[in-house]
């Protein structure tokens, strides 16, 4: 099993970036998929969910700004970031999961600074 994330970068403040996840080695379309962020002296925490079934969940401090997608078909998710700030700053992983299993990439570092 790999995930493997691309697309963190450096960006200004109010920018945008998209993250992407390539999934391999498991049925992809039975999965939920996940985004998760780890900031500098903070928790990992959950950032995005899409369910098998297309449903999506965000936290709180990224509604509005963050929009998680998947292409079944390409293995592939994703996170359209806007209107980024500051404290969006963190590791971003993708994350794979059904049922009792989790399956984790190795991350990709996305940094909003002036």
């Known amino acids: 099993v790999q995930l493997v994330e691309s697309g963190g970068g450096l960006v200004q403040p109010g920018g945008s970036l998209t993250l992407s996840c390539a999934a391999s080695?498991?049925?992809?379309?039975?999965?939920?998929m996940n985004w998760y962020r780890q900031g500098p002296g903070k928790q990992r925490e959950l950032v995005a969910t899409?369910?098998?079934?297309?449903?999506?969940n965000y936290l709180d401090s990224v509604k509005g700004r963050f929009t998680i997608s998947r292409v079944n078909a390409k293995n592939m998710v994703y996170l359209q970031m806007s209107s980024l700030k500051p404290e969006d700053t963190a590791i971003y992983y993708c994350?794979?999961?059904?049922?009792?299993?989790?399956?984790w990439g190795q991350g990709t570092q996305a940094q909003v600074t002036v």
């Open positions: 899409i369910t098998r079934d297309g449903s999506t």
């Open positions: 994350n794979a999961r059904l049922g009792g299993g989790s399956h």
């Open positions: 080695g498991i049925i992809f379309s039975i999965y939920d």
